[in-house]
């Protein structure tokens, strides 16, 4: 609770005040100097305090009170200016420590010594100063803290109205005590409700923000290392064919053509966010790729057993299996289940190969969950590779295993 605390909230909170909603740093110069007239206008109930100083002036008594109340206004102004971020609601402002800052506590001090010495100079009228001293206490402590403090000085007040000689019991002071207590905690607990609900605007445009990232992240990777690999696939076999057959080597290139046309429309579509995965499009695209790769492909005919809130997710799916087993696997057969609760890629490859799971296969696993569905990977023996992805509801879900092969 010392300098310590302090040093390690700046970064946080780079000034009292900072980025305030409805607070007085929120406006610039101009905003603070209004907020410090707003806060400072209701001094004027020191004026029975001013007026009984200024009817003693012929005396040292009341030159001195004069001079204390002066020295009471300004110091009050000073203190709600460094500490108008606990009064505004600001971003951490009253939750580190029992009070707000060391200096905010000397300022508060100050106050409370000269509320004291006001009140012994020039009698009842300058007990007025501890409505403000109890209103200061509520932005200098913790709210509890500071309506004890003001309870407190309610007691010691009522107290001295009957056992001071010269001064008679006026409620009026103990009541401006309390209705400005309750007001000014009205005031805090109403802008710092204010300043929570507009970091929680904040934090929620901040992370709808960070899912599109996401989403548009997935999308690319996903669009994109699936088409350059059967683009580079597809290259090598026109590079193999040019010398034994130039026409099937045309025909290659211009399917090459084709392949990165569509990639880039779907990147942009990715990018626009209107991308729109189908089954049976990718079930078509799984075919041409794992027959030119050279890998014998058990793919099924038609799309109908999956339910429609899967088929996308089966879709992407598919995307990323038949791209794995294509850059991974050195697998010679493809099998693809489709059924009610989902889907599974099968491939009789390598299987697991050691190492943190890949890009593709950590965004596939959020598609799933994103629709509570589950993925999971498996090996197969005596060599082989599983993936599916299946709806939560299956009874019969794939064995999961953390043996999930590793993306280049």
């Not at 010392?2 to 700046?10: K, P």
């Not at 009064?87 to 106050?111: D, K, N, P």
């Not at 200098?140 to 309506?147: A, C």
């Amino acid at each position: 609770m010392g300098g310590r605390e302090e040093r390690r909230a700046a970064p946080a909170q780079a000034r009292p005040g900072e980025g305030l909603v409805g607070g007085p740093e929120e406006n610039g110069p101009l905003g603070r100097v209004v907020g410090t007239f707003f806060a400072g206008i209701w001094l004027v109930f020191l004026s029975d305090a001013f007026t009984e100083a200024w009817r003693q002036r012929q005396n040292l008594r009341g030159d001195t009170g004069l001079i204390l109340l002066a020295l009471f206004v300004l110091l009050y102004l000073l203190h709600f200016t460094h500490l108008r971020a606990a009064v505004w609601g600001s971003r951490g402002s009253i939750a580190g420590s029992w009070y707000v800052t060391r200096i905010g506590l000397f300022y508060w001090a100050g106050l409370a010594l000269l509320a004291v010495l006001t009140t012994a100079t020039i009698g009842q009228e300058g007990a007025s100063t501890w409505v403000f001293l109890a209103v200061s206490g509520l932005w200098t402590f913790r709210l509890r803290i500071g309506w004890v403090i003001g309870g407190l000085l309610v007691g010691i007040y009522e107290f001295l109205t009957f056992h001071v000689d010269g001064w008679s019991h006026d409620a009026s002071i103990s009541m401006s005590m309390v209705l400005a207590m309750a007001a000014v905690t009205g005031g805090m607990i109403a802008s710092q409700r204010q300043r929570a609900l507009a970091e929680a605007r904040e934090e929620n445009a901040r992370l709808a923000v960070q899912d599109e990232r996401n989403r548009m992240a997935r999308d690319v990777h996903d669009i994109l290392g699936h088409s350059l690999t059967v683009i580079t696939v597809k290259a090598e076999l026109a590079a193999r064919l040019m010398e034994v057959s130039p026409e099937r080597a045309k025909v290659e290139v211009a399917d090459l053509e084709r392949l990165a046309r569509d990639a880039l429309a779907d990147v942009r579509q990715a990018v626009a966010g209107f991308r729109e995965m189908t089954l049976p499009a990718e079930l078509a695209r799984a075919r041409s790729s794992l027959a030119a790769a050279g890998i014998e492909a058990d793919l099924p005919t038609a799309a109908d057993a999956v339910p429609s809130h899967l088929r996308e997710l089966c879709a992407w799916t598919l995307r990323e299996g038949v791209t794995n087993v294509i850059r991974h696997s050195e697998a010679t057969t493809c099998r693809v289940t489709l059924d009610e609760r989902g889907i599974t890629i099968a491939d009789d490859g390598v299987g697991h190969q050691p190492g943190v799971p890949g890009t593709g296969l950590i965004g596939l696993q959020e598609r799933a969950e994103a629709v509570g569905a589950r993925m999971a990977t498996r090996t197969v023996p005596p060599h082989g590779f599983e993936l599916s992805v299946r709806s939560a509801q299956d009874p019969h879900p794939a064995a999961p295993d953390s043996h999930e092969r590793v993306e280049a």
